[in-house]
């Protein structure tokens, strides 16, 4: 859900994570709630904060089907596995959102709750997911239509089997989640090893920063607190991008930038 890296030599934002503010669709689904896709991150946690307007988040997880009240100022976060559904109860739900391991959900992690038949076929959840460019379409208005149209029927398909998967959960338990985890687990397999860069060069590669900071100052040496400074990044122009769960507005870390100094 948001940007993917960092600049050599600029340091990722903090944590390793990534952060994007996210306008939740208002389209009503077959249920008659608004919201987005339901889906799953297979790899990486996400958390949100509420900066405006109500809902809710509804999920399937180890605990089973819960559903937490969203308004502003709610923070809440979730780990891999939990099948999260964002309902616009407002209209106007806005988020900004922390993503784990930068890069790396945007490389295939996630998985919408598809019905099983799709889920089984590659292929099949390939079209399924697919958003076309706005370099196929002659105009901005007549590209942005499209790729409405194409973000809604997504939603729409992932709507109809996490339905059916909640329903199972409620009746079940988390046990009904198994067939739609190994589904998962299958559609990323053949990427997950090119996901290792994102976390070496992201949240390991901070991680270890931090080991070499800390063993330093217990011995008495701060050398790298000359190094310190200020950076920024940019949103990239343009219209917000059609994500799973709403429109981004997403922030481009791969160009990410020390502030110029200036007094």
Request: hydrophobic letters at 40%; charged letters at 20%.
């Amino acid at each position: 859900m948001s940007g993917g890296g960092h600049a050599a030599g600029v340091p990722g934002f903090p944590g390793g994570t990534a952060v994007s503010h996210l306008q939740v669709y208002d389209w009503p689904a077959a249920d008659g709630q608004a919201g987005g896709s339901p889906h799953l991150h297979t790899a990486s946690a996400e958390g949100y904060v509420v900066v405006g307007g109500e809902g809710a988040l509804e999920t399937l997880s180890g605990a089973g089907y819960a559903r937490t009240p969203l308004r502003p100022g709610t923070l809440l976060w979730f780990t891999p596995g939990t099948v999260h559904r964002l309902v616009n109860g407002s209209g106007d739900l806005e988020l900004l959102v922390v993503m784990q391991n930068a890069g790396l959900p945007e490389s295939g992690d996630a998985v919408l709750t598809y019905p099983p038949d799709v889920l089984a076929d590659p292929a099949a959840y390939a079209r399924a997911t697919a958003i076309p460019a706005w370099t196929d379409f002659a105009d901005a208005a007549t590209a942005g239509a499209a790729m409405a149209r194409a973000a809604r029927e997504r939603r729409d398909l992932a709507v109809e089997g996490y339905l059916r998967l909640r329903d199972r959960v409620r009746a079940e338990g988390p046990g009904a989640l198994a067939g739609l985890y190994e589904a998962a687990v299958r559609l990323v397999r053949d990427k997950a090893a090119g996901w290792h860069h994102h976390w070496a060069r992201g949240p390991h590669a901070q991680a270890e920063a931090t080991r070499g900071h800390v063993a330093g100052l217990a011995a008495g040496e701060g050398g790298h607190l000359r190094d310190s400074a200020v950076y920024t990044a940019e949103s990239p122009p343009g219209p917000r991008r059609n994500g799973m769960c709403g429109t981004l507005r997403v922030w481009d870390l791969d160009g990410a930038h020390p502030v110029d100094g200036h007094g």
